[in-house]
């Protein structure tokens, strides 16, 4: 299953960036997950309460941020959302190469808490995360 080891190299990951912050316990973990990354939200949720077991993350929760596809147009130079895979602009009809977004994997932050943190806030944290 593609999600589960997806969920196992983000607890790996949130787990080291725990570890240089002497933190020791997460809240919660707030991933991106865009609707053209092939990540099923709902799968990746459950293979997360799998691996978290025994981990910084055994009691975090999996907070899920779907990210739209969006594209630039070279012709007309709009930027639409699109839910179709067509990359097509609705505006010209025009087949677009530049994806700006909808391809996103990445954790957008980790929330811990405080007591349990020994030398960072929390959102030095976050930004570590970020990958
Ligand atoms: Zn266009």
């Not at 053209?36 to 709902?42: A, K, R, T």
């Not at 997360?48 to 630039?72: H, K, M, N, Q, Y």
């Not at 602009?89 to 990445?106: M, T, Y």
């Amino acid at each position: 299953m593609h999600e589960l080891s997806i969920a196992q190299n983000l607890v790996q990951l949130v787990e080291a960036t725990a570890a240089e912050h002497q933190v020791m316990a997460v809240r919660s973990v707030r991933v991106r997950i865009g609707a053209l990354s092939g990540v099923v939200g709902f799968a990746l949720e459950s293979a997360f309460g799998l691996v978290r077991e025994g981990t910084v993350c055994a009691g975090a929760s999996l907070d899920i941020e779907d990210v739209p596809v969006r594209i630039a147009c070279p012709n007309c130079g709009s930027v639409t959302v699109n839910d179709l895979t067509f990359m097509l602009c609705p505006n010209c009809g025009r087949a677009s190469s530049e994806l700006l977004s909808g391809r996103e994997l990445e954790i957008a932050s980790i929330e811990v808490d405080e007591s349990d943190c020994g030398c960072a806030a929390s959102e030095s944290v976050a930004a570590l995360a970020r990958c």
